[in-house]
């Protein structure tokens, strides 16, 4: 089945420093790649996505790539701030019509001091 | 704006009860889901609902767990005779656009549920 590994947390930095987060997938056929954030006493929010390989999704100064030869989709900011504390979550989707559905991985929480 | 308003936003109750989750489209949509994230761990998918039928189910989904939408508006998460265990954030969600499938989801913000 479908399955998404990410990096052991939580990651404490400092402002402005350079964020890596990793994610792995497992899955049959072309899934959709998503970053999801959840923000302390709020919901899922998407982040950035792509889908098909070699595709860079970005937003809000996060970026992702999705590579196929390595079946990762690492999440990257080049200078974070104190409002990038949150949960991160990387999923997959398998697009299966009517079923279907994400996959996201454990999560993990970034804490940026200022 | 919430792509999906959901209700109450936390609820206590006392083990055994049952408690009912509810989710409201802010435009009319097919396809939903329920998830659930127990506190500090992985967000979980429970069930998908499709043109007022399931149309997939996990095994956390079991017979305590029921969902429909009564009233063509109103998406609910029924859990029959609620357990420790229970105690979770449930996410309701819908489908991005009708046509074209990429797999993205809109949350709605969640209802705390807190079994005592």
């Known amino acids: 089945g479908n399955s998404v590994t990410q990096m052991e947390g939580p990651v404490t930095l400092s402002e402005e420093a350079f964020l890596t987060i990793n994610c792995t997938y497992t899955?049959?056929?072309?899934?959709?790649l998503f970053w999801y954030v959840q923000y302390p006493g709020e919901g899922l929010q998407l982040l950035l996505k792509?889908?098909?390989?070699?595709d860079k999704g970005s937003n809000k100064g996060f970026e992702a790539t999705y590579r196929k030869e390595t079946t990762s989709f690492h999440l990257e900011k080049g200078s974070v701030q104190v409002s990038d504390s949150a949960v991160y979550f990387c999923?997959?989707?398998?697009?299966?019509?009517?079923?279907?559905?994400?996959?996201f991985g454990k999560g993990i929480t970034l804490s940026v001091r200022p | 704006e919430p792509e999906v308003t959901q209700t109450p936003s936390h609820q206590v109750t006392q083990m055994g009860q049952e408690v009912i989750l509810r989710c409201v489209p802010i435009?009319?949509?097919?396809?939903f889901y329920w998830y659930r994230q127990i506190l500090g761990q992985k967000v979980e998918f429970l069930v998908s609902?499709?043109?007022?039928?399931?149309?997939?189910k996990s095994e956390i989904f079991d017979d305590q767990f029921s969902v429909e939408r009564p009233d063509g508006s109103n998406f609910t998460l029924k859990i029959r005779s609620t357990k420790l265990e229970d105690s979770a954030m449930y996410f309701c969600?819908?489908?991005?656009?009708?046509?074209?499938?990429?797999?993205?989801?809109?949350f709605g913000e969640g209802s705390r549920l807190t079994v005592l």
């Open positions: 969600a819908r489908r991005a656009g009708r046509g074209g499938n990429t797999g993205e989801l809109f």
């Open positions: 999923a997959l989707s398998d697009r299966g019509g009517a079923n279907s559905k994400l996959t």
């Open positions: 899955a049959t056929g072309y899934p959709s």
């Open positions: 792509a889908t098909k390989a070699d």
């Open positions: 435009s009319n949509h097919l396809y």
């Open positions: 609902f499709y043109n007022n039928e399931i149309s997939e």
